[in-house]
């Protein structure tokens, strides 16, 4: 696997499905929040250019680059989409969230994707993940550029995992 690794903060790796519906701008602060762990940067961290107040609803809404988290559970869902992200697979928010997240990529890309998780899910971190991922509709497009990090809640158990990509034009 390409890329750099971090590993998480604790060694337990519990694999909790998150229990209570968490507001949209609060999981991203969470999201962020993870980001800002293993990076050392806050997400769009040179590319965002307003008031910092806003920039949670910039990434959300304006970011050129797709963000998506899933949950811990066995058959991970997606639980977080932004607007890029909804934009290059095709899916609306109410179809996105809720997803199993391995629908995200067809059968060829499923082993690169499982690997990649796994590796995320054992070191928390990692950078340079590309790969192909399908539309709604079925058609195929490239990521590049790909981060993935572990999520956690205030007591360091597991929420699931976050991917910042670039679709390749």
Known sequence: MAGRMRHPPSTAEPTIAMSAPLNRLHLLQRIDDAYRHYRGQSLAEGLYQGPEAQRLRWIDEQAPFALLAHDASADPRFIYVNAAARGAFGYSEEAFIGLPSRLSAGPDAQEDRDAILAAVKQHGYAS??????????????????????????????????????????
């Open 128 to 169: 340079g993940y590309g790969g192909i991922r399908l539309t709604r509709d079925g058609q195929a497009f490239r990521i590049v550029n790909g981060e993935l990090w572990q999520l956690q809640d205030a007591q360091g158990q597991a929420l699931g995992q976050a991917a910042l990509v670039w679709r390749a034009e």
